[in-house]
């Protein structure tokens, strides 16, 4: 009998098709807390969506990256797309890992629901203003 496998697009790791397959495909506790976070922004923000991008869980707002969430072995990733942003909120940040456009939090995260919102707020701002510039 063959196995078939699903395509990897030559990464060795699965494509996803939904945020469901990607959320199902990690730990239960990893899943919990990424739908926590996709849920909670979402129910925030309606005018939002996600879907998959990069491979990965995203929020889009027609179609501009709002945030990214990726699951790690012993972590999670909270992206922002936005080096300002990451900047803006550093002092917000000081109990995380924090690289150039995201951050780490656990697994286990209990959602900063203040800093996710503030988090959001000011990437949408961001948007508006590089939509601003563009009109």
């Not at 996803?16 to 976070?37: M, Q, W």
């Not at 699951?71 to 000081?94: D, M, N």
């Not at 995380?96 to 949408?124: G, S, T």
């Amino acid at each position: 009998m063959k196995v078939k496998k699903r395509p990897t697009g030559g990464t060795g790791k699965p494509r996803f098709n939904s945020v469901e397959e990607y959320l199902a495909s990690v730990d239960p506790t990893k899943a919990r807390t990424l739908r926590s976070i996709i849920d909670f922004i979402l129910t925030e923000f309606p005018e939002l969506e996600a879907k998959i991008s990069w491979n990965v869980p995203t929020i889009h707002r027609k179609g501009k990256y709002v945030v990214g969430l990726s699951a790690y072995k012993h972590h999670l990733t909270f992206s922002a797309f936005s080096p300002r942003v990451i900047e803006e909120f550093q002092g917000r940040l000081g109990g995380y890992v924090v690289f150039k456009n995201c951050f780490q939090v656990p697994v286990d995260w209990e959602i900063d629901k203040e800093l996710v919102r503030d988090l959001v707020v000011a990437r949408l701002a961001e948007l508006d203003a590089e939509a601003a510039r563009r009109n």
